[in-house]
């Protein structure tokens, strides 16, 4: 296992639209790290990621992926290393269940070649995972919210990037399939890989990350998980008075 | 991918476009009967006959398929393009401002070679405009193009009926011909049948990457695919496929909607199927409708453009109800 971190950001500022999301922040995510992007909405979780993607330049600093500066990836190299679910944004055309999670294939598939036996086993594997495989020959568009966003879900699997990326996995998810999400993210983790993803839901984040990078007013704090979710730094960055219950093992923030 | 095994697929594709041709270049004004045809068609057999099908009716039938073909294409790639299976050259305002460029040549009384020029160049000037004005703050607004793409063509619209209104009436029925849409002077039609083909062989390379495309600009800029050049790539190809379509025909709508969205339906939505499949069905599609225009009220011949928007109309608003 290599020491390299999956993702480091030094000195880097990003800015949207003139609003300062973060300034000369620094960081590193590492093999079988869980880390949570949190702040308020418009606070610019998803330009962050985005960002730190490789999808959109940084105003400022550097970002490397497996040791290498994103600039100097194609690509393609790109997403052989990190995989990245965006929002949600509907679907144009139909597709199939299977054909959606095939998707994911593509970096690993060469132009002139079609998905084979192999990529198929994976993308099932992955819809498996997901608890969406009886769906399989469904058209994306009949499906539910909630199970489109396992499908998307299982494209990114099928990818199996070393490094996840996640605009709010649990948006659209009912709560056992938010738990099991992110049982099966952290078991990813387990495996030489890392997850940094954006959580509305401060008490998912409590529980399944082990770092978490704060985004309050242009200022972003990055540390672990146990300094940072303190009641007084997220009553300060939500905006709300919050207390921190259930002490054994699983923090639990409430509002007062 | 495909809910039907591409090889069938194609095998009866292709066998359509056999048939369409045989039709197209078997029934005319002159009949003759199907061995005759074959001797003109290889060269034996009288002269009269010779010249009717190999400079009558065969380059009017390469005409017409190959934009068909073309319209058809330029269609399925504006689609993914914009993400919008309404998406259409004809939609767009690129058909109207290649009929806006054909006609200001025609109304300034410049040569009879100079309207295809005018018509190339107002439909590259149209897409243009339509993309560097979609393309805004630097983002590829699907919703936004679509839009700016059809005021666009109600300008288009509007420029049209002045030039109708100003031309003298010695000019009026080939300007309205044109306009409708109209093979039956269609310039050498082996031009458009090869960029029909450079259309098919530069999109395919680009294929599953059109597919990931389609399932949204951020799932395609993470999987690999360059979302910046691609759509260049897009758009030079569908407005050089939708210019060549007009300077060889006039403005004839609706083939670039209704033939993906048909091919859709029945193959699915694999770019590496659906693009060759849109461009063979197309231009069969065509090729009948123009038979039929030369056909029905012979010998009087319609506009095939007529046909082609007869059939699109029902099956546009019938996609657009669909859509919820």
Redesign the interface.
């Known amino acids: 296992m290599s020491t390299l971190p999956l993702l480091a950001a030094r000195g880097l500022s990003v800015t949207i639209a003139g609003i300062r999301v973060c300034h000369d922040l620094d960081f590193c995510v590492r093999a079988g790290e869980r880390w949570a992007i949190l702040g308020c909405n418009g606070a610019g979780k998803t330009t962050l990621l985005?960002t730190l993607?490789g999808?959109r330049p940084p105003d400022g600093g550097t970002i490397e992926l497996d040791g290498r500066a994103l600039d100097a990836l194609?690509?393609?190299?790109?997403?052989?290393i990190?995989?990245?679910l965006?929002q949600d944004?509907g679907?144009?055309?139909?597709?199939?269940v299977?054909?959606?999670a095939?998707?994911?294939r593509?970096?690993h598939?060469p132009?002139?070649q079609?998905?084979g036996e192999n990529d198929v086993r994976i993308a099932r594997e992955a819809l498996q995972a997901l608890d969406i495989a009886h769906a399989e020959t469904r058209d994306v568009r009949t499906l539910s919210g909630g199970e489109r966003r396992r499908v998307a879900l299982a494209?990114l699997f099928a990818?199996m990037p070393r490094l996840f990326?996640l605009d709010e996995p649990s948006s659209h998810l009912d709560l056992a399939h938010q738990l099991a999400l992110l049982e099966s993210l952290a078991a990813f983790t387990r495996d030489a890989r890392a997850v940094i993803m954006v959580l509305h839901d401060i008490n998912l984040a409590a529980r399944f990350c082990d770092h978490v990078l704060i985004l309050d007013k242009g200022h972003a704090i990055a540390g672990s998980a146990q300094e940072l979710l303190t009641s007084e730094r997220l009553s300060r960055t939500y905006g709300v008075r919050l207390r921190k219950l259930g002490e054994e093992g699983i923090a639990v923030f409430a509002p007062e | 991918?495909s809910?039907v095994p591409a090889f069938p697929a194609f095998a009866a594709l292709a066998s359509i476009v056999l048939a369409a041709f045989a039709v197209a270049i078997g029934s005319g004004s002159v009949a003759l009967d199907p061995a005759a045809v074959l001797r003109a068609l290889v060269g034996a057999g009288d002269a009269t006959a010779r010249g009717i099908v190999q400079e009558l009716r065969l380059p009017r039938a390469i005409a017409a398929f190959a934009t068909g073909g073309s319209l058809a294409l330029a269609g399925a790639i504006l689609q993914v393009l914009l993400?919008?299976?309404l998406a259409d050259p004809y939609v767009l305002g690129v058909s109207g401002g290649a009929a806006a460029g054909a006609l200001l040549a025609m109304l300034l009384g410049a040569a009879a070679w100079a309207t295809p020029i005018g018509a190339f160049g107002g439909a590259l000037a149209s897409a243009a405009l339509v993309f560097a004005l979609a393309r805004g703050s630097g983002a590829w607004s699907p919703i936004r193009l679509l839009l700016t793409g059809v005021i666009m063509a109600s300008g288009w619209g509007a420029l049209v009926a002045l030039i109708l209104t100003l031309a003298p009436e010695t000019q009026l029925r080939g300007m309205l011909f044109w306009l409708i849409g109209d093979l039956s002077s269609a310039p050498a039609a082996w031009t458009p049948l090869t960029i029909a083909v450079f259309g098919v062989a530069a999109i395919m390379?680009f294929a599953?990457?059109l597919?990931?495309l389609?399932?949204?600009e951020?799932?395609a800029?993470?999987?690999?695919?360059?979302v910046t050049r691609l759509p260049w790539l897009l758009f030079a190809l569908s407005a050089l496929l939708t210019a060549v379509a007009v300077t060889t025909a006039g403005a004839i709508g609706f083939v670039g909607l209704i033939v993906p969205n048909g091919v859709?339906l029945l193959l699915?939505?694999?770019q590496?199927i659906l693009l060759p499949a849109s461009a063979l069905a197309g231009g069969a599609l065509l090729l009948l409708a123009d038979t039929a225009a030369r056909l029905l009220l012979a010998p009087a011949q319609l506009p095939v453009g007529v046909v082609t928007a007869l059939i699109g109309v029902p099956v546009f608003l019938y996609l657009l109800l669909r859509e919820r």
């Open positions: 985005h993607a999808l194609a690509a393609r190299e790109m997403a052989l990190r995989g990245l965006p944004d679907d144009a055309f139909g597709a199939t299977l054909e959606t095939l998707i994911g593509h970096p598939i132009r002139w079609w998905e494209a990818q990326m | 991918m809910r993400r919008n299976p390379p599953r990457d597919n990931v389609a399932r949204g951020s799932v800029a993470a999987l690999g695919v360059s859709r699915g939505n694999d590496r």
